[in-house]
């Protein structure tokens, strides 16, 4: 088992930064690739980002590409989630999660472990 704890979300401009982070416990959280997934309001979730076991390697959605950039601390067992310029349509619940998959991180059904999310609103 994994746990999942999200926090950093918030109420933020058009054009300002919020950092979201994930602490994880239980197994090991080297174990895991993490991924950020988002919900808005009568949407389905979608997928923002993921990031490698090491931390070498990040893969974005186009919609969050070059600028949100995700990182990883395994001494911390915390993953991260740096967002700027943010835009009124990244307002969502953001949710991180936990795979032991080894590739198409952008699935979320490949996710055994989940947090419960954090609000993120932007307005205009």
């Known amino acids: 088992q994994v746990q999942l704890v999200e926090s950093g979300g918030g109420l933020v401009q058009a054009g300002g930064s919020l950092r979201l982070s994930c602490a994880a416990s239980?197994?090991?959280?080297?174990?895991?690739?993490m991924g950020w997934f988002r919900q808005a309001p009568g949407k389905e979730r979608e997928f923002v980002g993921a990031?490698?076991?090491?931390?070498?390697?990040?893969y974005y959605a186009d919609s969050v590409k070059g600028r949100f950039t995700m990182s990883r601390d395994n001494a911390k067992n915390t993953v991260y989630l740096q967002m700027n310029s943010l835009k009124p349509e990244d307002t969502a619940l953001y949710y991180c999660?936990?795979?032991?998959?080894?590739?198409?991180?952008?699935?979320?059904?490949?996710?055994?472990?989940w947090g419960q999310g954090t609000q993120v609103t932007v307005s205009s």
């Open positions: 999660a936990a795979t032991d998959a080894r590739s198409r991180w952008f699935i979320s059904n490949l996710y055994a472990y």
């Open positions: 239980g197994r090991t959280f080297r174990d895991y690739a």
């Open positions: 990031i490698s076991w090491s931390g070498g390697s990040t």
